[in-house]
């Protein structure tokens, strides 16, 4: 994580420790925090408003991160090999979960959980994410037959999947973790083929319907 001032970042630190255990920022006392922080309860005002804001700033810090981690990763490898971009990006991703566990605990639960801000907060990183992973895609021309639309809808479905898959991952041992991860790579290149097909499918001119063949009158056979 980010450098942060002491306090501050023993509090976000401590704060995300005691949610993931209890898979929940809902219910967490100030002076249970404090403790866990190993401060004086006064100390957590001069850093933030109220737990909400510091499960704000939570969820603003991984977004911060792990956003330019991601870009980073598929710019630098598009310039050489190009076809391994998503599988390295998802090696990032899985490696950024790996290193901060309690966050993504917290994320995954607060995605769906009972705080409608923190859920907000959430959804914005994940459109975040796949917002910019549809540009950097668009302009590396990493799919160019897909039309923009579907590479959108690909994006979001892709790095909604990684996330919500992050909290199995993370609870799963050395073996579980590498063929969670070989799936979600198999998962990707099932989607990549399904878009390209989709797109092919669009982009077929619609069939002419033949002329109708006129009906030729019956012949009237003499009396």
Same mark, same amino acid.
């Given at each position: 994580?980010?450098?942060?001032?002491?306090?501050k970042?023993?509090?976000?630190?401590? #704060? @995300? +420790?005691? $949610?993931?255990?209890?898979?929940?920022?809902?219910?967490? &006392?100030?002076?249970?925090?404090?403790? /866990?922080?190993?401060?004086?309860?006064?100390?957590?005002?001069?850093?933030?408003?109220?737990?909400?804001?510091?499960?704000?700033?939570?969820?603003?810090?991984?977004?911060?991160?792990?956003?330019?981690?991601?870009?980073?990763?598929?710019?630098?490898?598009?310039?050489?090999?190009?076809?391994?971009?998503?599988?390295?990006?998802?090696?990032?991703?899985?490696?950024?979960?790996?290193?901060?566990?309690?966050?993504?605990?917290?994320?995954?639960?607060?995605?769906?959980?009972?705080?409608? #801000? @923190? +859920?907000? $907060?959430?959804r914005?990183?994940?459109?975040?994410?796949? &917002?910019?992973?549809?540009?950097?895609? /668009?302009?590396?021309?990493?799919?160019?037959?897909?039309?923009?639309?579907?590479?959108d809808?690909?994006?979001?479905?892709?790095?909604?999947?990684?996330?919500?898959?992050?909290s199995?991952?993370?609870?799963?041992?050395?073996?579980?973790?590498?063929?969670?991860?070989?799936?979600?790579?198999?998962?990707?290149?099932?989607?990549?083929?399904?878009?390209?097909?989709?797109?092919?499918?669009q982009?077929?001119?619609?069939?002419?319907?033949?002329?109708?063949?006129?009906?030729?009158?019956?012949?009237? +056979?003499?009396?």
């Amino acid at each position: 994580m980010e450098d942060i001032a002491g306090g501050k970042r023993k509090l976000i630190d401590a #704060a @995300l +420790r005691l $949610a993931a255990a209890r898979r929940s920022f809902a219910g967490l &006392g100030l002076r249970e925090l404090a403790r /866990e922080a190993g401060l004086n309860p006064n100390t957590f005002y001069r850093h933030f408003r109220d737990m909400e804001d510091l499960a704000l700033t939570a969820v603003a810090e991984v977004g911060n991160e792990l956003r330019p981690m991601l870009r980073a990763v598929r710019w630098a490898v598009a310039q050489d090999n190009p076809g391994e971009v998503a599988t390295r990006a998802c090696d990032a991703f899985f490696a950024y979960a790996d290193a901060h566990p309690d966050a993504f605990f917290v994320g995954v639960c607060g995605s769906t959980g009972p705080q409608p #801000a @923190l +859920r907000e $907060a959430v959804r914005q990183v994940l459109a975040d994410i796949a &917002g910019e992973m549809a540009e950097d895609i /668009e302009r590396l021309a990493l799919c160019p037959g897909l039309s923009r639309p579907i590479v959108d809808d690909l994006c979001g479905y892709v790095v909604s999947y990684l996330f919500h898959l992050s909290s199995d991952y993370l609870e799963d041992n050395a073996k579980g973790r590498r063929s969670r991860i070989q799936q979600s790579k198999q998962l990707i290149s099932w989607l990549l083929r399904g878009a390209a097909e989709q797109q092919r499918a669009q982009d077929q001119p619609a069939p002419v319907p033949a002329p109708a063949r006129k009906r030729k009158p019956a012949e009237r +056979r003499p009396h």
